[in-house]
């Protein structure tokens, strides 16, 4: 993940303002997976307010440790890519994944993303350790 821990900051008005926001917005929406009713992983889909980006989002996507390789992150794509698919706003779903992250990277390729590029050294982990942000997309 891009985002520390510290990073994770705002408080719980702070995070229902941002939410509602989101879900406000015909171009971007929030996905939850629950089990018992306790979130397990969400997947977040923000667009740019420029107008000649309006048709495209990223997503970014997260996994409770506990809960990775059950599929998950699987579901809450295709519920993105259906979501998309009926959006006649939404034609272009991108996504940024370390280069490092080759479970990812897998489960994007096997649902159709496609590597657009790369941006080479672009996260810092630590004084002399980066990783390439690699970009990928998927037309819907």
């Known amino acids: 993940m891009i985002t520390v821990t510290e990073e994770f900051n705002k408080s719980i ?3 229902r303002k941002w939410i509602q926001k989101i879900l406000e917005n015909e171009r971007e929406t929030i996905i939850v997976a629950e089990t018992n009713s306790i979130v397990v992983g969400w997947l977040i889909f923000q667009s740019q307010n ?3 980006l309006l048709h495209t989002g990223s997503l970014g ?3 409770h440790k506990d809960f ?3 599929g998950i992150g699987k579901m809450l794509i295709n519920e993105l890519l259906n979501w998309a698919e009926l959006n006649p706003l939404i034609e272009k779903v991108c996504l940024g ?3 490092t992250n080759h479970r990812a ?3 994007y390729k096997s649902m159709g993303f496609i590597e657009e590029g790369r941006k080479v ?4 982990l630590n004084t002399n350790e980066y990783v390439d942000d690699i970009l990928m997309y998927k037309m819907v």
């Open 61 to 63: 996507i997260m996994i």
């Open 50 to 52: 420029r107008k000649r």
């Open 105 to 107: 990277i897998a489960l």
């Open 121 to 124: 050294k672009a996260i810092k």
């Open 97 to 99: 994944v370390l280069a």
């Open 68 to 70: 990775r390789d059950l």
């Open 13 to 15: 008005d702070q995070q």
